[in-house]
């Protein structure tokens, strides 16, 4: 992404100082159409600039030195307009100039610097739109790992209150076998005086008959 965006950035450049050469080149001949075609480039040139340093500034994880050069390219285009020559006067009877060799090979080289500078300014949109997908991809999964941890934490909730609930169980049997334990006990020994008191009720209901019978 740095090394990307650094180089579209000088690309620009030299196409803004083309252009620039471009219009000097116009303003000495005195071709007002040329100046005004080159002038209307150098603005949109120069927009495409300003829009490639917002794009590379809205990431804050650059570097520091990456923020020192774009800060060095910010001073540079606010200036250029400095070197801009005046628009050149032509008058009536004069006819625009033919277009001579260095014009013509300022016109080849702008064409070559501005093609460079569309293709890496692609690239620079593919870098951050691929960017932009992997932030959201992060988003999406941090939104999955949260909801995962809630059923995680239901889970782990589920199991202790069981836990707890089997626990309460084991001591609910442990008293229902003490009182069944109690109560049996108790009713052996009801059986047994009971069986006391019936063996007592014969054997004085047997002495009183052999009594009667005597």
């Known amino acids: 992404m740095t090394e990307t965006a650094i ?20 303003t000495k ?12 480039m150098l603005e949109d040139q120069i927009n495409q600039f300003n829009k490639t340093i917002q794009e590379i500034k809205q990431f804050k994880n650059e570097s520091d030195e990456l923020e020192k050069r774009i800060e060095g390219f910010e ?58 997908e992997l932030h959201q991809a992060f ?6 790992v949260q909801i995962q941890q809630t059923q995680i934490d239901s889970i782990e909730h589920n199991a202790i209150t069981t836990d707890k609930k089997v626990n309460e169980g084991n001591k609910e049997i442990d008293t229902a076998e003490k ?27 047997g002495i009183v008959l052999y009594i009667k019978l005597s």
């Open 7 to 26: 180089a579209s950035l000088k690309n620009s450049q030299r196409t803004i100082i083309t252009t620039i050469k471009k219009l000097k080149l116009a």
């Open 75 to 132: 001073e540079w285009i606010y200036s250029i307009h400095s070197s801009v020559p005046p628009a050149p006067v032509v008058s009536g009877n004069e006819s625009s100039p033919l277009i001579n060799k260095d014009e013509v090979y300022l016109q080849q080289e702008s064409e070559s610097a501005l093609a460079i500078h569309q293709e890496n300014t692609e690239q620079i949109k593919t870098i951050v739109d691929k960017q932009k």
């Open 29 to 40: 001949n005195n071709d007002e159409k040329l100046y005004d075609l080159q002038y209307k």
């Open 179 to 205: 009182y069944q334990r109690k109560s049996s006990k108790k009713l052996k020994i009801i059986l047994l005086v009971s069986l006391i008191i019936v063996l007592i009720l014969a054997l004085i209901i």
């Open 139 to 144: 988003l999406q999964l941090n939104g999955m």
